[in-house]
């Protein structure tokens, strides 16, 4: 298995120290590398958000801490930081307290699998797509226990929206991946970019593919709870939806998961419709670094295309958010896998 | 058996309550609505009002009549300028005042010109409040072109009292004419541009079809006058039944739609601003010479008796009532605000839907809450 990044930092260590201590310390320097690039990652989608949405409202947005604003968000978080932590009473302090990590953590957890460039992945396991499908829904976990032990009736219904929402529209974040996962034969995020050396996945699967494709955009928005599927926080509803009771830095903790969150779903979509690190043109193999750069500019395109969506659309009723996935995107899921199954038989695979 | 009851009884739903407002991003301002929710699905809407009293109708009884003018700015504060007409409108009547042609035309268009203004404020606010957040800065950059014009005419941009008893406090600025003809203009091609960014879009469409419905029977019984009113088919516009000002020179088409959900109040709203910018071009070429004002005494004195006179705000029929006993203050003072009696269809509207359905009816409702309160 290649791991790369891991691997060069254990074997720096191991001339330093003994084998255990090292592969010890290896994972802890590893885990912080990735901490930086979370915390960084996050803090540059909340200004790129801000900007963006801006730029549609007709405003200028931040741009005065810094350059451009650059320094606007690590501003906002140091407030944050310095902030009062409330609670309310009679609130479950323990399940109060821990929510907040259930959810920082798996959009952390799930970090560590996104292949940056061929070496630049944390760890490469055989079952990637499957295991990040399992550590993204950790995260509803985590606002379900915030909304029930705020004991505030507002982030109650927040957050049994989201349990509804989330576990809705994982099926078909998970089939549409499904139904590309047909074409690589195999779940192994390594694997997958090596498959579209042959042409990337949406290219491959052509009509299928770019029906997953839609799917899962779409549902990987509700996935992250992000208008128009904002069901859980609409703040015109519910005040702040399921972290209405939360200050500080627990606050800051969803509101930069959210932001992670949707750098993975375009980062995942990246991996297996767009070939991930490769570059559109083929030079990659030669400049490897530059992977990093090609999966930043795929990435960050989708979540342009997130964001436009937000500031865009009206939030959608409770009730059609699970018309839509129970009647529309599942069917037609459903039918594209089949669809899907009969290209790979056939071999109607478009190759380049 | 035994144990299917048991299990229907441990899960057995229950209502609960819920206190919208008052704090509350969809209510805007101080309303609370007292919700009685089952699941999402709203069973009772209980409006409770106070929260922002200040005894308009009491302090009116203590003050001038030209004082009284100022006060009423504070109610309906978006449709400023035609609250104030209003008063004076009825202090007018009252003393038989023969009001200058000039200052009846100037009246209409700065009363069309809040109208719009208030109506550009809802259509942000309305997007706001189905989700869509940048529906606000579309509304505002076109109602941010229509306070500088009142800056520039009065002063002020929100709390005008440009009327007095008599007609204007000061004559138009010399580039008012040129200023509100660029505005219809700008207006004209940003419509459609407020129909492509929501009234089109499907999800908005489903959000507001069919939710609140309002029939037109219920609709009068109610007392729900304006667009509220209009949007149930019901024929009720002011402007045309009873024409003050210059409105009566002027031709436009009472909007109405017959569907009476949220998205016939929406419509009306969005083709209320063509009529009322047609006025306008009606009278921004034609506004006569002569005195913006006429000579009344520095204390005005009613003749005694009872006074009324209606006039129709963005929100709808406001009227007002005088008791004069012939001194310098009234001897009781009324208003009928429009968004009371508007509020007042909301839980009939409410009930049955989800909480998001009633927050776009309250939306359509274009609450202002200190005109419910006074």
């Known amino acids: 298995m290649p791991l790369s990044i891991t691997k060069s930092i254990q074997e720096m260590l191991l001339s330093m120290m003994s084998e255990s201590a090292a592969y010890y310390a290896a994972m802890v320097v590893v885990a912080l590398l990735y901490l930086g690039i979370f915390a960084i990652a996050g803090l540059f989608l909340v200004l790129l958000e801000r900007r963006i949405a801006a730029?549609?409202?007709?405003?200028?947005?931040?741009?005065?801490?810094?350059?451009?604003?650059?320094l606007q968000t690590m501003a906002d978080a140091l407030k944050l930081v310095s902030k009062e932590l409330t609670g309310t009473d009679r609130a479950d302090k323990f399940l109060y307290n821990l929510a907040p990590y259930f959810v920082i953590i798996s959009a952390l957890m799930a970090l560590g699998l996104i292949p940056f460039t061929k070496e630049f992945q944390a760890f490469d396991i055989n079952i990637g797509i499957f295991f990040l499908i399992a550590i993204s829904s950790i995260g509803v976990i985590g606002i379900l226990l915030g909304g029930w032990a705020s004991n505030n009736k507002f982030a109650l219904i927040g957050a049994m929206r989201s349990g509804v929402q989330t576990i809705s529209y994982e099926l078909s974040v998970g089939l549409s991946l499904l139904t590309m996962i047909l074409l690589t034969g195999s779940l192994q995020l390594s694997e997958i970019v090596e498959v579209q050396k042959g042409g990337w996945l949406i290219v491959q699967g052509h009509i299928p593919a770019i029906i997953a494709f839609m799917i899962y955009m779409i549902a990987g928005t509700a996935e992250t709870n992000r208008a128009p599927f904002d069901m859980v926080e609409a703040e015109s509803e519910?005040?702040?939806?399921?972290?209405?009771?939360?200050?500080?830095?627990?606050?800051?903790?969803?509101?930069?998961?959210e932001f992670i969150n949707m750098f993975l779903i375009a980062a995942i979509a990246t991996t297996v419709f767009f070939g991930a690190w490769l570059s559109p043109f083929g030079i990659t193999e030669s400049i490897p670094w530059l992977g990093v750069f090609w999966f930043l500019a795929k990435t960050l395109l989708l979540v342009f295309l997130m964001m436009w969506f937000r500031w865009t659309f009206p939030r959608l009723r409770v009730d059609q958010l699970l018309t839509l996935e129970w009647k529309y995107l599942l069917p037609i899921n459903l039918v594209n896998i089949v669809v899907m199954a009969f290209i790979v038989w056939q071999n109607l695979i478009i190759q380049i | 058996m035994q144990e299917s009851a048991t299990l229907n009884n441990s899960f057995k739903s229950e209502e609960y309550f819920i206190n919208m407002g008052p704090q509350h991003p969809a209510t805007?301002?101080?309303?609370?609505?007292?919700?009685?929710?089952?699941?999402?699905?709203?069973?009772?809407?209980?409006?409770?009002?106070?929260?922002?009293?200040?005894?308009?109708?009491?302090?009116?009884?203590r003050d001038s009549y030209q004082q009284i003018v100022h006060l009423t700015d504070r109610m309906d504060y978006l449709s400023s300028h035609i609250n104030n007409e209003a008063v004076c409108l009825t202090v007018e009547n009252a003393l038989e005042l023969e009001i200058p042609d000039r200052v009846k035309v100037i009246r209409t268009i700065i009363g069309?010109?809040?109208?719009?203004?208030?109506?550009?404020?809802?259509?942000?606010?309305?997007?706001?409040?189905?989700?869509?957040?940048?529906?606000y800065f579309y509304g505002f950059r076109d109602r941010e072109m229509i306070n500088d014009i009142f800056e520039e005419t009065c002063g002020a941009r929100l709390t005008m009292n440009y009327n007095v008893p008599g007609g204007l406090m000061w004559d138009i600025h010399p580039n008012f004419i040129k200023r509100v003809k660029d505005f219809v203009a700008h207006f004209k091609t940003k419509i459609p541009e407020y129909n492509k960014l929501l009234t089109g879009n499907i999800?908005?469409?489903?959000?507001?079809?069919?939710?609140?419905?309002?029939?037109?029977?219920?609709a009068i019984s109610f007392g729900v006058s304006g667009p509220v009113a209009r949007g149930s088919g019901y024929s009720c516009d002011v402007r045309k039944y009873h024409p003050y000002s210059?409105?009566?020179?002027?031709?436009?088409?009472?909007?109405?739609?017959?569907?009476?959900?949220?998205?016939?109040r929406y419509n009306v709203r969005i083709r209320e601003l063509w009529e009322s910018l047609s006025i306008i071009e009606q009278l921004i070429d034609n506004i006569p010479d002569g005195e913006h004002r006429v000579k009344t005494n520095a204390v005005i004195k009613l003749p005694k008796?009872?006074?009324?006179?209606?006039?129709?705000?963005?929100?709808?029929?406001?009227?007002?009532?005088?008791?004069?006993?012939?001194?310098?203050?009234?001897?009781?003072?009324?208003?009928?605000?429009?968004?009371f009696s508007n509020l007042s269809a909301l839980n009939h509207m409410a009930v049955g839907g989800k909480i998001g359905d009633l927050v776009a009816t309250m939306a359509t409702l274009d609450l202002v809450i200190p005109d419910i309160d006074r």
């Open chain 1, 55 to 70: 730029w549609f409202q007709l405003r200028i947005g931040p741009n005065r801490v810094g350059f451009q604003g650059l």
């Open chain 2, 203 to 218: 999800i908005f469409q489903k959000r507001t079809k069919g939710v609140g419905v309002l029939s037109k029977e219920d």
């Open chain 2, 246 to 264: 210059a409105l009566d020179k002027v031709t436009f088409n009472e909007v109405l739609e017959a569907d009476g959900d949220t998205f016939a």
């Open chain 2, 28 to 61: 805007h301002g101080v309303l609370r609505l007292l919700l009685t929710i089952d699941g999402e699905i709203i069973k009772k809407v209980e409006p409770d009002l106070g929260y922002i009293h200040r005894s308009i109708e009491k302090m009116c009884e």
């Open chain 2, 112 to 135: 069309e010109l809040t109208r719009i203004a208030s109506h550009c404020l809802w259509w942000g606010v309305m997007g706001m409040d189905v989700g869509a957040l940048t529906t």
């Open chain 2, 305 to 339: 008796g009872e006074f009324y006179q209606k006039v129709e705000t963005a929100r709808g029929e406001l009227g007002v009532y005088i008791i004069s006993t012939g001194t310098k203050n009234p001897y009781r003072m009324k208003f009928r605000s429009p968004g």
């Open chain 1, 238 to 257: 519910l005040g702040a939806g399921f972290h209405t009771e939360y200050s500080g830095m627990k606050f800051a903790y969803f509101f930069l998961a």
